[in-house]
């Protein structure tokens, strides 16, 4: 009795001693448990950290500045008088703009007509290199190419518009349907290389990523059927 006293004892001793050598389970699992924890924050963390970068970027690019196009002679939604067209004198129209950003290095102005064109738009009148401290045009810029742009105006350069001319060639839509004129004014972050006889599409790829300042009048024209 005795004897097999002394083998359960030493039994029960050893179990208990193996049993203090292994970590609870638990224990370990809760320890890893928080190790992931730990790293999933970090990772969230980080996260937050590149959104609220990217939203800062965001942030400081921003949309382009609002410029107020205006024209003494042209009323927004209304129609274009018959001087500007080509039934009448088809001259260019005088305009001007305030709101430019103060940090423009040039301007560019495009008219165009949503309505009509195959692809949309169709472009009457396309000019750029305008310097940024202008504020207006005159009206009747000269359709003679070496002519010199007005003082004001210095440098400028007229694009190629849809009749294929770098002139300003006003309204001239199918008659029975009132069509919208745009005339859009750029405010360009760069002094860009840009060269004579761009048309409206190689504008726009030009200044991609430069526009730090747009606005646009939009006036009418209708001719009647007959």
């Known amino acids: 009795m005795n004897k097999n006293l002394h083998h359960w004892t ?6 208990s001693r193996r049993a ?4 609870p389970v638990f224990s370990v699992r809760l320890r890893a448990f928080r190790g992931s924890a730990s790293r999933g924050s970090a990772f969230v963390a980080l996260c937050c950290g590149l959104c609220v970068l990217s939203s800062g970027r965001s942030a400081a690019q921003g949309a ?5 196009v205006e024209s003494p002679t042209l009323k927004a939604d209304q129609t274009i008088p018959r001087d500007y067209t080509a039934d009448g004198r088809n001259v260019s129209p005088p305009l001007t703009w305030t709101g430019v950003p103060a940090t423009a290095k040039e301007l560019a102005i495009v008219l165009e007509d949503p309505d009509a064109g195959n ?3 169709f472009v009457h009148w396309v ?12 009206e009747g ?5 070496a002519a010199k742009m007005p003082a004001e105006i210095a440098g400028a350069i007229q694009g190629v518009s849809g009749f294929r001319r770098p002139i300003y ?3 001239a839509p199918p008659p029975g349907k009132v069509h919208h004129y745009h005339f ?11 060269k004579p006889g761009l048309t409206r599409a190689d504008l726009v790829a030009a200044i991609q990523g430069h526009v730090i300042g747009q606005g646009e009048l939009v006036a009418l024209y209708e001719r009647k059927a007959p």
């Open 10 to 15: 030493h039994w029960a001793e050893s179990r």
């Open 20 to 23: 203090r050598k292994r970590k």
């Open 64 to 68: 382009p500045q609002k410029i107020v």
């Open 119 to 121: 692809p949309p738009p």
């Open 127 to 138: 000019m750029y290199k305008i310097p940024p401290r202008a504020k207006a045009i005159p």
């Open 141 to 145: 810029i000269s359709i003679d190419p």
């Open 169 to 171: 060639r006003g309204p």
């Open 184 to 194: 859009v004014v750029y405010a360009l972050d760069a002094d860009l290389d840009l």
